[in-house]
């Protein structure tokens, strides 16, 4: 006998099975977006984190993906629901180990890091980043503020806004990689040489992270967090009130380590310029000068206070040594005698920059030493505006010692004024050794390498050499000379130098009068 279905019937039979195939829970792909998920990628270094168990979660701590494992070079991709996306999410990273970059200690184990994405931020194909600076920001977040007001309280502090999206290059090894994933490689291993720096272990370093977010939560890196209460690690280690100036220095000390593997350049870097900085016995506060720091003659003062009641600390020896780090060299700059102000523990300094800092040039360290201790600076140099603020001139005979470099005389403009009369002020110093390291000032009685300045002469003309006008030695490099007319709407200077009977000249060659033998100073009015 023969059954038979009626069209009804058939109708409702194909559509129960289409349900089956596609709605009710077939093999291919949902197109709910419910259940649509996207696929992100990472990053977890503290060192690559190996084994590190990664998930995602809202700003309330709910899972919402994970977890993830990372592989030995600290890599790992997660899927996260696409509807979730439209929400600020947490990614967080715990367990495993790392190798700490600063000790080369292998197998640290690893606490928790993470890292605050904001809604809308990530879809399909995305980098998230999960480092010690993503996790003072995440923290600076889930204590109230919003993300670009995180950002910028680790900005002021650090020197840099952190980026997630960049996929760093390992500081310790050496990879094909671009200018930003080296930056953010090196200055996660910034962490790891601050941490050891503190003469503390490499699995410590996750405190001090914990540390300085609690240390910001004032919205300063002072010591204190909000309240006023000293910051503490975990294990109750003081956090110094100069954490700042520490990041920074660790920053410039692994650069310069032959541990740093990235092939980046300090000429690739900026280094925060943190004015105030502690040694054993003196908090020391670089004030700058009416003008910020730039190429030729820059004016500021350190100030000093005793640590232990805050007074004056006066009566110091204070030395100023500046250094240039570049992408292949370094060279340090003149500087001019450190004079105590009429400010009790305040001192008036000079240092005559020869060239400016920043990316493409390199970066300015100044280090001020009192007795026995040192306090770091790194203030950026900028390029000059006016008047010209130094010019060379090179020896003929006047040689380093035993090599055949031509000794190079610096003539920096020293405060001049410029109007209807004008007084033209010089600093001279000598390169005094190949590497660019000395500088000693030239007067008179001067004792420079394989040289004694017996005789000098220092001449200024303002009409083309028409007149020459001698500039009056004042000791310790300094020249100058009253009286110089038509420069009240700008001009030029040239300037001639003579010593021990050798005119200098522009390219160390014999002197040739009105052609190579002087330097040129471009005079603008007022500057």
Request: one cysteine or more; proline letters at 4%; hydrophobic letters at 40%.
């Amino acid at each position: 006998m023969k059954t038979y279905l009626s069209p009804t019937l058939t109708v409702m039979t194909m559509l129960c099975l289409m349900l089956v195939m596609f709605g009710c829970g077939g093999s291919g792909s949902s197109t709910s977006s419910n259940t649509t998920s996207v696929s992100v990628s990472g990053t977890v270094l503290a060192g690559p984190a190996n084994g590190a168990r990664v998930t995602v979660k809202t700003t309330a701590g709910a899972v919402v993906a994970g977890p993830a494992t990372t592989a030995a070079d600290g890599s790992y991709t997660i899927d996260i629901p696409a509807a979730s996306l439209v929400s600020d999410l947490i990614f967080e990273a715990s367990g495993g180990t790392f190798p700490d970059e600063a000790t080369t200690t292998a197998g640290v184990p690893m606490a928790t890091l993470t890292a605050h994405t904001a809604a809308g931020s990530l879809a399909s194909g995305s980098h998230v980043t999960i480092d010690p600076s993503s996790t003072i920001v995440q923290k600076l977040v889930a204590g109230g503020r919003s993300k670009s007001a995180a950002d910028s309280v680790f900005a002021a502090a650090f020197g840099y806004t952190p980026d997630c999206s960049v996929k760093p290059a390992f500081a310790t090894m050496s990879s094909a990689s671009t200018t930003a994933q080296r930056l953010a490689g090196l200055r996660a291993a910034a962490f790891s040489q601050m941490t050891k720096d503190m003469g503390l272990a490499p699995d410590k370093q996750f405190e001090v992270i914990q540390a300085l977010a609690d240390d910001l939560s004032d919205g300063a890196m002072d010591g204190l967090k909000t309240g006023g209460t000293a910051v503490t690690t975990a294990s109750g280690i003081p956090v110094p009130a100069d954490m700042a100036s520490h990041f920074a220095c660790a920053l410039m000390t692994f650069q310069t380590s032959p541990l740093n593997k990235s092939k980046l350049t300090p000429d690739k870097m900026v280094v925060p310029f943190v004015t105030k900085t502690l040694t054993s016995s003196y908090a020391v506060e670089y004030v700058p000068g009416m003008k910020a720091a730039a190429l030729g003659k820059t004016t500021f003062k350190i100030k000093l206070s005793n640590l232990g009641d805050g007074s004056a600390a006066t009566g110091k020896n204070i030395t100023l040594v500046p250094k240039m780090y570049m992408a292949t060299m370094s060279h340090s700059a003149p500087v001019d005698t450190v004079v105590e102000s009429a400010t009790p523990g305040t001192y008036d300094c000079a240092v005559f920059y020869q060239m400016a800092s920043g990316p493409g040039m390199g970066v300015w360290e100044l280090k001020v030493s009192i007795g026995g201790e040192s306090a770091i600076f790194y203030p950026p140099v900028a390029m000059s505006m006016g008047t010209t603020a130094r010019a060379t001139l090179k020896g003929v005979n006047d040689m380093l010692g035993s090599t055949a470099t031509k000794r190079t005389y610096n003539l920096f403009n020293d405060g001049s004024t410029f109007g209807m009369s004008s007084t033209f002020k010089l600093f001279i110093a000598a390169s005094d050794d190949i590497m660019m390291m000395k500088f000693p000032t030239v007067s008179v009685n001067s004792i420079l390498t394989g040289l004694t300045v017996n005789t000098m002469t220092v001449e200024a003309s303002a009409d083309n050499g028409a007149t020459w006008n001698s500039l009056t030695d004042n000791g310790s490099g300094h020249w100058s000379v009253a009286g110089l007319t038509g420069l009240a709407t700008g001009g030029t200077i040239k300037v001639r130098v003579t010593i021990n009977g050798e005119q200098k000249t522009a390219d160390g060659n014999a002197a040739i009068a009105g052609t190579n033998d002087f330097a040129t100073f471009t005079v603008v009015a007022g500057m």
